[in-house]
């Protein structure tokens, strides 16, 4: 017994530059993390406004959300709406991008970078107030419209059936992250491939389908999670244009949008927890769908 304790006093001896390196991490993941997931899972089940104590309602939250809540079916089928536009919009495009910028080109650096700054400003509310100001009815895409083609363009904020786009065409220009992960992906695809195609008889188009498609399918697989996971969490883009309101007619009512206005406008903070864990869920089966999904159309460099 007493050769056991040495032998853990020295296991522990030897461990402890490792755990105490690590200790501010788990300390800040306990605190910051586990402790509010925790909390926020017990409040789903009441009804508490951060005010008085919370009273205990059960599935009361999740059963309103579903039978009595028609603005939170409506946030629900926005967020399907732009989740299912912009992320593979934006995947299309940052593809098409990062294979213009795979070319050998003057200046290319340059030209990755600018190409990689919408990404970095795309999510500020700087830029969410100047797209709002540009697609207004006054903006500068309604006057260039009218004065190249002479007509009326809609006022697409303003009206319910274009507004949610304008949050997709924002979107798909933030396309840099995916860009550069894509042209990571270019870089490793061998040479030899395209040259032995070539030889074969094998065009451009078909090179594309036959050879970087597949090759990309890992990339992909990846880009389209992060992605799909970013989509679902949308808040500023909606909130700055719709002024917080979501907008006309709840066009633009996002669900993280949504949840913020119950949880900090109306302070019905136990029906937000309960729609930040449904939230949870729906991203975790959608992420699961795709992994199981990935079986059949990733492929990896040892042909699995």
Request: glycine share 8%; hydrophobic share 50%; charged share 10%.
């Amino acid at each position: 017994m007493s050769m056991k304790r040495g032998a853990f006093r020295r296991h522990a001896a030897d461990n402890a530059a490792g755990y105490l390196f690590l200790a501010p991490w788990l300390i800040g993941f306990c605190a910051l993390t586990l402790y509010p997931m925790i909390q926020s899972l017990y409040y789903s089940f009441t009804q508490f406004n951060m005010i008085s104590e919370p009273v205990w309602l059960g599935l009361g939250n999740y059963i309103k959300m579903f039978t009595g809540d028609q603005t939170y079916m409506k946030s629900l089928e926005v967020t399907f709406k732009y989740v299912f536009l912009a992320v593979p919009l934006k995947l299309v495009f940052a593809l098409l991008v990062a294979g213009i910028m795979n070319q050998r080109l003057r200046f290319i650096g340059f030209y990755r970078t600018v190409y990689y700054i919408p990404t970095l400003l795309g999510g500020s509310v700087a830029i969410a107030m100047l797209w709002k100001r540009l697609f207004s009815s006054d903006g500068v895409v309604n006057s260039i419209l009218h004065s190249l083609f002479g007509v009326t363009p809609p006022a697409w904020i303003a009206n319910p059936k274009y507004a949610l786009y304008t949050l997709v065409l924002l979107t798909v220009w933030q396309f840099g992250s995916s860009m550069i992960i894509f042209l990571a992906g270019l870089k490793q695809i061998p040479d030899e491939y395209y040259e032995a195609a070539s030889v074969d008889g094998a065009g451009k188009i078909v090179q594309f389908f036959k050879i970087t498609i597949p090759s990309l399918t890992p990339v992909i697989l990846f880009n389209l999670v992060m992605q799909m996971i970013s989509a679902f969490q949308a808040f500023t883009q909606a909130f700055i244009v719709s002024g917080g309101k979501g907008g006309p007619l709840n066009s633009t009512m996002f669900y993280t949008l949504y949840l913020y206005t119950k949880g900090f406008y109306y302070f019905e903070m136990g029906y937000a927890s309960a729609m930040a864990w449904v939230l949870l869920i729906i991203i975790a089966v959608f992420t699961a769908i795709i992994f199981r999904s990935s079986n059949s159309w990733v492929t990896y460099g040892s042909g699995e």
